[in-house]
């Protein structure tokens, strides 16, 4: 079983290192690159596409990518929008995710989207929602306003 997966990680790295075409640029970001950029990935992905990185404050972005993510219903781009979320600063940063918790802000952050989006596939609401830096927040933190703060 190590081995096995010892391999993936090998494998999914060397994706993420060749190119795609002439420009030299890789179109997959492994973890390990995230991780130096201080963005953090759920234990069970090894990489996300380039796009996913979303310039700071970039926000109308991150609302897309977690559309794209409710749409598809696949793990790898709620990740993206995960990322995204991250690298735009709507993530809040008076705390750090920690190997122990980002699964755990990732399950609540893919709970968040599919919610944003059930307002906005709703024919009959009065609003639209949007990803904001609550959404990786679990629902005691909500309730008592404990959570991280925005910067």
């Not at 990680?9 to 290192?17: G, M, V």
């Not at 109308?60 to 709620?78: M, P, Q, R």
């Amino acid at each position: 079983m190590f081995n096995i997966l010892v391999l993936s990680i090998i494998l999914a790295a060397a994706k993420t290192q060749a190119p795609d075409d002439d420009t030299g640029l890789c179109s997959e970001v492994g973890a390990l690159e995230l991780f130096r950029q201080g963005i953090w990935v759920p234990s069970s992905i090894f990489s996300v596409g380039r796009h996913c990185l979303v310039p700071r404050d970039d926000f109308l972005h991150v609302d897309l990518l977690a559309a794209e993510a409710g749409v598809s219903g696949a793990e790898k781009d709620y990740a993206c929008a995960f990322v995204g979320f991250q690298s735009s600063g709507i993530r809040a940063c008076n705390y750090e995710y920690t190997e122990d918790s980002v699964d755990r802000r990732f399950q609540n952050f893919m709970n968040c989207v599919d919610e944003v989006n059930a307002v906005n596939t709703n024919k009959d609401s009065t609003h639209v929602a949007g990803i904001t830096y609550f959404c990786d927040w679990d629902e005691e933190e909500k309730i008592l306003g404990h959570g991280p703060v925005p910067c």
